[in-house]
């Protein structure tokens, strides 16, 4: 299975931004990844033209065949284990590639709300988005080392 995360903006965060590349070195040992930094549109007033924007450029991002993952404050929550069986799940049913979406700040469009083949939320709590992209990408190399009965999990 390939990994292709999508986000709106670059994690300009140094900190953030170490910790996201350094999980998503460690995911290379059991999945290919790749990150498109989907460009910011300027809001100017206009959130709903915004996030069509924002929303079409998401969309161009992910394949036909993509198993598309969005995170949303209103997706359903998941336990770190529950998060690895529901990975391992998509890997026995043959997902070649599956895409994880964080929109902008204003969310996203409806039409990638229906392109979702499942909704995620990390917490229930406000995240910045950039501490969303280390949470997620941490969450996921942490799954990859449970399905593989790796000791990182307990630590």
């Known amino acids: 299975m390939r990994l292709h995360f999508v986000w709106i903006g670059k994690t300009r965060e140094r900190h953030c931004a170490a910790l996201v590349n350094d999980y998503l070195g460690r995911l290379e040992h059991f999945a290919g990844c790749e990150v498109s930094e989907i460009r910011e549109q300027s809001g100017a007033g206009d959130e709903r033209r ?4 924002e929303g079409a450029k998401l969309l161009s991002s992910v394949e036909r065949d993509d198993y598309v993952i969005l995170l949303d404050e209103a997706g359903k929550q998941l336990s770190s284990a529950e998060l690895a069986e529901f990975i391992g799940a998509r890997q026995q049913d043959g997902v070649r590639r599956m895409a994880l979406i964080i929109g902008g700040f204003a969310g ?11 909704r995620l939320s990390l917490s229930r709590m406000t995240l910045t988005h950039e501490l969303a992209r280390v949470i997620l990408t941490e969450q996921i190399y942490r799954a990859f080392t449970l399905l593989a009965g790796l000791p990182y999990h307990r630590s």
């Open 50 to 53: 915004m996030m069509a924007a």
């Open 108 to 118: 996203v469009s409806d039409e990638v709300r229906r392109r979702a083949s499942f």
